[in-house]
């Protein structure tokens, strides 16, 4: 069996937990543009009034879905890469990771289920809640509740207090707060606007670029931390001589 390197297996793992992370970039930046870019150009479509969700409807709808599922996908990866960089020992460092991979993959289950016609789309349906509701819609539905309420704001939360902890770090634990709460009071919003043919699109719009972007920030922060060091790039030169120990010596 051949032995890899100890500097080549660990830029390979600083690679890979690079890459993991950029998924939250790449997932942040992706889900809000087709959200924005479908939403204003998407026929018969209103982003003031209309969920980002009801985008899965009509024949273009494949283009939200497949937002849906890929960028869930990255958050699951970047969750993974996520804890690969933080300290062990706390609350923060295991369960932060974990309620962002659980609001990856439940990113995916509202791609996969999608919710049913309300707020007047597809053009034809009457305005304000949904008129019925399907076994798919009620689980694309019960999706967004956790996402929103429970999954995304409460990893903020745990997060911050991670980042409490750290001296040169508190000011990410204020930050944290401030969009777990701007998450919650967002979504509010967005549940009450819907109910009375108000602004709901644009609520849950703020909801998911305060939420997407903690993410996307987030990544960015650990990024640079993936860089191969000076000491194993060296390692990795062919000419490097490793120091010679005590009982080598001659």
């Not at 069996?1 to 890979?16: K, N, V, W």
């Not at 369960?95 to 990113?107: D, K, N, Q, T, V």
Request: aromatic share 12%.
């Amino acid at each position: 069996m051949t032995r890899i390197p100890l500097a080549d297996a660990q830029i390979g793992q600083d690679r890979i937990t690079g890459l993991l992370l950029a998924g939250g970039v790449v997932g942040s930046l992706l889900f809000v543009a087709v959200l924005l870019i479908e939403g204003a150009t998407r026929p018969g479509y209103d982003g003031w009034v209309q969920a980002g969700s009801a985008l899965s409807l009509s024949g273009w709808g494949w283009m939200q879905i497949v937002s849906f599922v890929v960028c869930g996908v990255l958050f699951f990866g970047f969750a993974i890469g996520l804890r690969r960089m933080l300290a062990p020992g706390g609350r923060g460092s295991t369960w932060g990771p974990r309620l962002i991979a659980a609001f990856g993959l439940a990113l995916v289950v509202a791609g996969v289920f999608v919710t049913d016609p309300a707020q007047g789309y597809p053009p034809g349906t009457p305005s304000g809640p949904a008129v019925t509701t399907s076994w798919h819609g009620a689980i694309h539905a019960f999706a967004g509740v956790m996402i929103f309420v429970v999954l995304l704001p409460i990893a903020c939360y745990v997060m911050a207090s991670y980042f409490a902890k750290a001296v040169n770090i508190r000011g990410w634990a204020l930050y944290s707060i401030a969009t777990g709460l701007v998450i919650w009071a967002s979504f509010t919003a967005f549940i009450v606007a819907g109910l009375h043919n108000g602004p709901a699109g644009f609520y849950e719009r703020i909801a998911i670029i305060a939420g997407w972007g903690w993410i996307a920030l987030l990544a960015l922060r650990y990024l640079p931390q993936t860089r191969p060091s000076a000491s194993a790039m060296l390692a990795q030169r062919p000419d490097h001589k490793r120091p010679q120990r005590e009982d080598e010596a001659s």
